[in-house]
């Protein structure tokens, strides 16, 4: 049962313009998102989060967007850079001992020149 | 600043060897351990994690095993390698003793089992 889905497994963006990145997820106790940027070889590195009391969280060009009804989170990336380009998770958590992460599949963005 | 090593950084092994990778932290003190493993062309998945000295929590059945001897140290295992045990293997750490749930990862072990 995947509890955190990345339905696009990847994304075409031209520099400058908006990139959106979704993630679904199933389990409703989860009350912490993240997404998390991947160059290949290396491990994830953090990006951003938000808190299941809000809607929003920005930073920078950075933008996570939260709907609970929905169960759906995004990224908005504004404006995309070629040094954007690599593999998205987003990734879930809900109040435990372990405080453990559940991730999806992934997204690879790629933005062009 | 936290810091994670691992090592080593790329191991190509025969099936039915033994393994064993290797994760150190610095800069922090009592944290949670994570083992991730990235399959080719795959998401991220949580094998391991451990939330104190000889504490070992198990995400999914394999033969795979975890150990921490140490606090700062985190240690994946095998007996026997499969093909399927190929991947690109990741050590994390929850950083913060506030509620915030980010992680923190290493740069990564790439097994490549022949």
């Known amino acids: 049962d995947q509890q955190v889905k990345q339905n696009s497994p990847s994304l075409s963006v031209q520099e400058g313009r908006i990139s959106i990145l979704n993630c679904d997820y199933t389990?409703?106790?989860?009350?912490?998102f993240l997404w998390y940027k991947k160059y290949p070889a290396e491990g994830p590195t953090f990006l951003i989060s938000i808190s299941s009391i809000k809607d929003k969280n920005e930073d920078g060009r950075f933008t996570v967007f939260l709907n609970k009804s929905a169960k759906h989170l995004s990224l908005h990336i504004v404006p995309s850079q070629p040094g954007d380009s690599a593999v998205y998770f987003c990734?879930?958590?809900?109040?435990?001992?372990?405080?453990?992460?559940?991730f999806g599949g992934g997204t690879r963005l790629m933005v062009k020149p | 600043s936290q810091t994670i090593h691992q090592w080593p950084a790329t191991l190509v092994q025969p099936v039915g060897s033994p393994l064993s990778l290797e994760c150190t932290v610095e800069g922090t003190s009592n944290p949670n351990l994570y083992w991730y493993r990235q399959a080719a062309g795959r998401g991220l998945q949580l094998l391991f994690y451990?939330?104190?000295?000889?504490?070992i929590s198990s995400e999914v059945p394999q033969n795979l095993s975890a150990s921490r001897p140490q606090d700062r140290q985190f240690i994946l295992s095998s007996k026997k390698l499969l093909l399927s045990d190929s991947g690109f293997y990741l050590c994390?750490?929850?950083?913060?003793?506030?509620?915030?749930?980010?992680?923190?990862f290493g740069p990564g072990t790439r097994l490549t089992v022949l």
């Open positions: 389990n409703s106790m989860f009350d912490y």
């Open positions: 451990s939330v104190g000295i000889g504490q």
């Open positions: 994390a750490l929850r950083g913060g003793a506030g509620g915030n749930n980010e992680q923190f």
């Open positions: 990734a879930a958590s809900k109040g435990n001992a372990g405080n453990m992460l559940t």
